[in-house]
């Protein structure tokens, strides 16, 4: 299919304006400094590249829910892109042939809608609540919007399980694309060591995990995490130095995670005991703390950057929201965000931030890590709006 750009003009009215100008008020402050460098890295981005990309995800943080509601069911999905050149763009895909749009944003012709590509990612997700299981080597589908497509990502000798699987789902085979990765995603936990929060649940190994965001619920302090560091009741201790237990943090106040075999979510909270404060922050390690100002979402294509005990500050970019992961314990996660920074055990639970402070959610798991080719690793982060709407909670911020 050929697919062609437009470049137009759009004239806001007053409350489309009112919207793009609240919504780029959350980024309105300059980027962290202690994450400015840990992008350039991971990101490979000059100084120039970095500014052009901060004004990039200016322009989607003011325009992209007023196009999206502009569109209606004629939207495709809207990202950051990287060109060739390495400079940056905000890109809004849709199914009409015409379409006005403010200055800054390119709009592109795509041949199927969100909704359709949704609704083709949801039959696979609901032939597994039917009680199908997923075939070994399928580790994971998701919607991916720059090619405008379902993507299924399977293992090396998965093509034939794959294509079983998708025809017993019925979709149309022209939204399906097949993506072949090295590595199956497995849950970041680990019984060695690092630097975060334990639990000792008394079987002779300790756990380790990352704690992700402060929160409250109802004047309680605690933490948003990863369901699978903990069980509902379970106690956590804080972590001095590797693989000891400092002092007694608090309990997992609530916990979600499937068994093996089964689907579900992948968060928690810890409700903090008496006497320990929370923080709007996020550990910077070797650099200051990063200040969590906010909970906008990014946009795919948007760089973020991940806090955990192993490997500290590591950064990539959003590549697809709402994935499906297949983890090689056996466990099914839904509606993870998949991005192309790199993790290793004992991070899980960890944060996401933007570079601007807006909390983006808690470590779930991932492929590949941060050593050699840290370029094909890919981590999946449970984002954090579901979790404060599921529990209640309301995030810390700075005042």
Request: hydrophobic share 35%; proline share 4%; with cysteine.
């Amino acid at each position: 299919m050929n697919k062609f750009i437009m470049k137009a003009r759009l004239v806001c009215t007053p409350i489309a304006l009112a919207a793009a100008m609240l919504a780029g008020s959350a980024f309105a402050a300059e980027i962290d400094p202690a994450l400015k460098s840990a992008l350039q890295r991971d990101l490979g981005l000059s100084g120039t590249q970095l500014a052009e990309y901060l004004k990039a995800e200016r322009v989607a943080a003011q325009h992209e829910a007023a196009i999206q509601r502009q569109l209606g069911r004629h939207f495709a999905g809207s990202w950051i892109e990287r060109k060739a050149d390495g400079s940056h763009g905000f890109v809004v895909g849709t199914t009409l042939s015409t379409v006005k749009a403010p200055a800054g944003v390119e709009v592109r012709h795509q041949r199927h809608s969100l909704a359709s590509l949704n609704n083709a990612k949801g039959r696979l997700d609901q032939i597994l609540a039917q009680g199908a299981k997923v075939p070994r080597g399928v580790y994971g589908w998701y919607v991916d919007l720059p090619t405008n497509s379902v993507v299924v990502s399977i293992g090396h000798g998965g093509e034939e399980a794959a294509i079983d699987f998708v025809a017993v789902s019925g979709l149309d085979v022209e939204t399906v694309r097949f993506e072949t990765v090295d590595e199956q995603p497995r849950l970041h936990m680990d019984v060695l060591g690092g630097y975060g929060i334990l639990r000792a649940p008394g079987d002779g190994y300790l756990y380790a995990c990352s704690v992700g965001f402060s929160v409250t619920q109802s004047g309680s302090p605690g933490f948003a995490t990863a369901g699978h560091c903990g069980d509902t009741g379970e106690v956590v201790y804080h972590e001095p130095s590797q693989w000891t237990l400092g002092v007694r943090l608090g309990s997992y106040a609530a916990s979600n995670f499937p068994s093996p075999g089964q689907t579900g979510p992948d968060y928690a909270w810890v409700r903090l005991d008496s006497g320990h404060t929370p923080r709007p922050v996020v550990e910077g390690y070797t650099s200051s703390d990063v200040t969590v100002r906010g909970n906008t979402e990014a946009a795919v294509g948007a760089a973020v950057c991940r806090s955990g005990r192993t490997t500290q500050w590591r950064c990539g970019t959003i590549e697809a929201k709402n994935q499906t992961v297949n983890y090689s314990s056996g466990e099914t996660v839904l509606n993870l965000t998949r991005t192309t920074a790199c993790s290793e055990s004992g991070d899980s639970g960890g944060s996401f931030i933007t570079g601007v402070g807006q909390a983006q959610g808690v470590l779930s798991g991932g492929s590949g890590g941060c050593r050699g080719a840290i370029r094909r690793s890919r981590s999946f982060f449970q984002p954090l709006n579901p979790i404060l709407q599921t529990y209640n909670l309301t995030l810390l911020t700075a005042q």
